[in-house]
């Protein structure tokens, strides 16, 4: 697992698929990111809503399924090409804060 795309096929809760609100984005000394945590649960409830990830194979998949099937403008779809291909460098699952930790570089 390398990118943050990755983690939306993989990680899976009682065999559904994560809760947005439960993702945090942070560096490697555990400094949240509040701008690419927004933006990563902005693109996860649309893929909830709108597309089938199991026939997504990468990043560029999930941004053309969500072109056809929303009226997203060109621009936001460019930022959740981007984040969807942000480097993952690990996984935090942190329970006790009910919160998965996805760590980037700063």
């Known amino acids: 697992m390398d ?7 993989m990680v899976r809760f009682n065999h559904l698929a ?11 000394e555990g400094k949240p990111n509040g701008i690419l945590t927004d933006l990563f649960r902005d693109v996860v409830n649309k893929v909830n ?4 990830l199991s026939e997504a194979h990468d990043a560029g998949d999930v941004v053309a399924s969500l072109k056809a099937h929303t009226p997203l403008p060109s621009d936001v779809l460019d930022e959740y090409g981007k984040i969807l291909r942000e480097p993952l460098v690990g996984i935090n699952f942190a329970p006790q804060k009910g919160q998965i930790e ?3 570089r700063g």
């Open 18 to 28: 994560f809760d947005s609100s439960q993702v945090v984005i942070t560096d490697v």
């Open 49 to 52: 809503l709108f597309i089938d």
């Open 102 to 104: 996805l760590l980037v």
């Open 3 to 9: 990118k943050l795309f990755d983690v939306l096929q």
